[in-house]
């Protein structure tokens, strides 16, 4: 069996979807549930023990050691953190509690799980860690796309905190010889991504008529690609990745924040003609804002023979459907807290 940890995320829950759908082999999900975790995330996966949540934070060693020994893993798929740039920039506490401190917990946890597995199984043991473009920093507008082996240099605390997660991985590897693999992705969409994250946030205040923060000029670029190429990439890298390696992950949609905006609600009006008008209010810019992020995926297509298969246009008209069908889903992530990290954060924008 597999553990996954923060499945009960936007992209773990995708993920774990997509394993229930193409694998019969047990998957573990091990998630605390903050805010961002959702339980309605995994409603419709397979019951019994070919999906099995477990309420819990990757802080606990004691937690997680007891898991490892119960379950004996061959894999873990580490995809919890705290995740949004602009709540690291409120209050940076949490992400390093939970993304620095959390991910070391993790891998010595695995560790000594794995010393205790006979050879064979410590050869295939496999710790895989998803990380993020955001890392590298901010790449000029003509600048080439950051290859896996640029050098991290972070801007935000988010993005630091990742950073210095990576490092451990690549530690625990060369110290230990623990099998790790990391993965850095680009900017994802699609299916239950919770709405603080810019493309679920434009859909829900369309929708609502309410006016869309765009931080500063709203040129900075970011390259989009949708969850489900994300997740068959970490399957292909699970699968067949080299221990000790890192692998880029995008989807070769690069565009600016007032282009993705535009061609959004356009794909939204086309569906909901009677929508109230695109309104857009340029607030002040986030504090080091990355301008353009960038990433060079010829390892991942040469060694793995991986490739996005979802164009832009095509992957935000499903997305936005999937936020039409399913009312209940947003109604229940954009009450209470949800509202107040709204308030807070953007103010009266009605002006
Ligand atoms: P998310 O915020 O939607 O989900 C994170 C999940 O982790 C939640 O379910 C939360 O409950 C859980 N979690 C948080 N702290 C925990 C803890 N201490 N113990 C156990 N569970 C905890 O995030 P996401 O967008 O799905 O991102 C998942 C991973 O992918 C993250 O590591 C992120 O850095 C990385 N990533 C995200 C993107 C993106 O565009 N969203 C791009 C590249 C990489
Ligand atoms: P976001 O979805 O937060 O992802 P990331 O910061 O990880 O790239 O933001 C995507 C881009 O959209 C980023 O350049 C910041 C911008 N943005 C806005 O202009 N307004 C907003 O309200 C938000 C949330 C993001």
Redesign the pocket.
Known sequence: MILVTGGAGFIGSNFIHLWCRERHEPVLNLDALTYAGNPDNLEALPAGNRHRFVRGDIRDAGMLQALLAEHRPRAVVHFAAHT???RAIAGPDSFIDTNVLGTQRLLESCRQYWLGTDAASRRGFRFLHVSTD?VYGSLSAHAQPWTEASPLAPHNPYAASKAAADHLVQAYHHTYGLPTLITRCG?NYGPRQFP???IP?VIVRRLAGTPI???GD?G?Q?DWIHVEDHCQALLRVLDQGRPGESYHVAGHAETD?LGLIRQLSALLDARRPDAPVMRIRHVAD?PA?DRRYALDTGKIERELGWRPRIGLDAGLAATIDWYLGNPDWLSRVTSGAYREWVASHYGDLSA
Do not use: C, F, S
């Open positions: 949004h740039v602009d955001e900017n603080e994250k810019l946030l923060p765009v931080y709203g900075q970011r924040n986030r804002h």
